[in-house]
């Protein structure tokens, strides 16, 4: 393994360019997408189940002297947080990656111009997902795509100003971040517009 890496970054080091595959960025951004709807659908509900278990007095039925049941405290129910944004920003930067990837992998047969124009666009493009503003409590982390979990050392989280919003129910936030995240998509997808318009493609 540690040959196979070393050679993979001896070629990348070589190589005019880092090489990318925007098309698996972007099935992972849909994935990441997917997985915070469910988070939070998932999480609500969690919360109505609770809710019910309350109203009608488990807690209290199934408590005894020796060993009490403490019902949990009620933190109510996760609100709907509409993803909208988010999942049409994810939808832009699927057609947008296979567009720039079509170009790409062409690239050999484009005029030596059109080849500089497409590196300039290139360099510097993961920067577009980084927010000036970072995350909530944590402004030098302004990656919204992945970063370290607040509660998990250096176990990453994806999206996480929106799934941790929504995972210590910080609501608001996690609403501000669906705006923010999709945001930054929208930016890294609109580069590779430009790219692919460069090589004469366009995503649809």
């Known amino acids: 393994m540690s040959k196979l890496v070393g050679r993979i970054v001896l070629r990348s080091a070589d190589g005019e360019r880092v090489p990318a595959h925007y098309s698996s960025f972007a099935a992972d951004v849909a994935r990441f997408v997917d997985e915070v ?24 039925l199934t408590s005894a002297p020796y060993d009490p049941t403490i019902a949990p405290a009620d933190k109510g129910i ?7 944004a988010l999942q049409n920003a994810s939808d832009h930067l699927t057609r947008a990656a ?17 080849r ?3 590196d300039a666009a290139v360099t510097g493009i993961d920067q577009l997902l ?13 990656n919204l795509i992945s970063a370290p979990g607040t509660l ?17 129910r910080r609501f608001d936030d996690a609403r501000a971040y669906v705006a923010r995240t999709a945001a930054v998509i929208e930016a890294y997808a609109g580069r590779l517009d430009e790219i692919a318009a460069m090589g004469g493609r366009k995503s649809q």
């Not at 996760?78 to 993803?83: G, K, N, V």
């Not at 990453?156 to 995972?167: D, N, S, Y």
């Open 98 to 114: 296979g567009a720039a990837d079509g170009v790409l992998a062409d690239e050999q047969s484009l005029a030596p111009a059109a």
């Open 130 to 142: 980084l927010d000036p503003a970072g995350l909530p409590g944590r402004p030098w982390y302004k």
């Open 37 to 60: 709807q469910t988070l939070a659908d998932n999480q609500r509900e969690k919360d109505r189940a609770l809710s019910d278990l309350r109203r009608e007095g488990d807690f209290k």
């Open 116 to 118: 500089a124009r497409i």
């Open 152 to 168: 998990t050392g250096y176990g990453a989280k994806t999206l996480p100003g929106v799934r941790e919003g929504i995972e210590q």
């Open 78 to 84: 996760t609100p709907l947080i509409d993803m909208l």
